[in-house]
């Protein structure tokens, strides 16, 4: 049996210790990139062309991003749509820089038709920010609120504790690889955070069983630390089934689809580990803190 709650200071200095990692790639990327992350056009804005090639072109998306890169647009996005339909998202172009792109695809890729130009200002991505923002916050409200409900007001705490150390290391580890944070990322960001608090409300969920069992309310080290071992088989076993589809859209889903995976499996990792390791300790922390006697 794995002493999760004797350890759990150990639990936290790593946590700590990777968004300390974190931290300092943040204040390296505001360095080098004027700002901590690597925003996506949503949130900057930028130009989006829809283009229906006349006909199949193999590895389009490589080519396509080539001739970006050697136009001098490096911040992109490429997305297949249909058989011929490609969508191309990119940093805000002039006239002559976007009639330079359709030279070089066609004189590179062949003939196509230009179905759609659409400019995305600075305004709307500021507004994709704050409504991006607004969800995540209104999302946690929601989970403590259902939390606190559902058991007790420590454990609705506990679990937003947990919940935002699942979005800080997500974070961290994407400034740390400078991933492209754009509405998909915040798509993938919100599933990773619902995923972590269903395997959390399971562990609370057995905890609460055990001191219905004992007829107490008094809650112990040695309860805590028996919940969340009989709970570990059904944690990793559920992470490694949903592991191997997140894993199968990272190999086999094509370039557009990498940093949705990408945030996915970084946050199978860290729901998993928050669920285990900080969920369960923090209820303990938490109740020391208000002063409840917690028994061993």
């Known amino acids: 049996m794995i002493n999760f709650i004797k350890k759990r200071r150990l639990w936290y200095v790593f946590s700590m210790g990777v968004i300390g990692i974190g931290i300092i790639s943040m204040v390296m990327n505001y360095r080098t990139m004027n700002h901590i992350f690597n925003l996506g ?16 072109v193999q590895n389009i998306e490589e080519q396509l991003r080539s001739l970006l890169v050697g136009i001098g647009l490096s911040k992109h996005t490429i997305q297949t749509s249909g058989v011929n339909d490609v969508i191309i998202k990119t940093e805000q172009m002039t006239v002559e820089k976007r009639n330079e792109l359709f030279d070089a695809i066609k004189n590179t890729v062949g003939s196509f038709d230009v179905l759609e130009v659409d400019i995305i200002g600075p305004s709307i991505g500021e507004q994709l920010k704050k409504t991006s923002f607004v969800i995540v916050l209104a999302v946690s409200i929601a989970i403590l609120m259902y939390c606190s409900w559902r058991f007790e007001f420590v454990f609705g705490l506990a679990s937003i504790v947990a919940l935002l150390h699942d979005a800080l290391i997500l974070l961290c580890m994407s400034a740390l690889f400078k991933l492209e944070v754009n509405t998909a990322y915040v798509a993938a960001l919100l599933t990773v955070l619902g995923y972590s608090i269903n395997d959390t409300i399971v562990i609370f969920d057995r905890i609460r069983e055990k001191l219905r069992r004992q007829d107490s309310d008094e809650l112990s080290k040695s309860i805590l630390n028996m919940a969340v071992n009989e709970m570990l088989p059904r944690s990793i076993h559920t992470s490694i089934t949903t592991g191997l589809v997140v894993f199968s859209v990272f190999i086999f889903g094509g370039l557009s689809l990498k940093v949705f995976a990408s945030v996915l499996i970084v946050g199978l990792i860290t729901g998993t580990y928050s669920s285990l390791f900080i969920a369960s300790p923090m209820v303990l922390t938490i109740s020391k803190a208000k002063g409840v006697q917690v028994g061993q």
């Open 41 to 56: 056009i949503d949130f900057t804005g930028g130009t989006s062309i829809t283009i229906r090639l006349n006909k199949p």
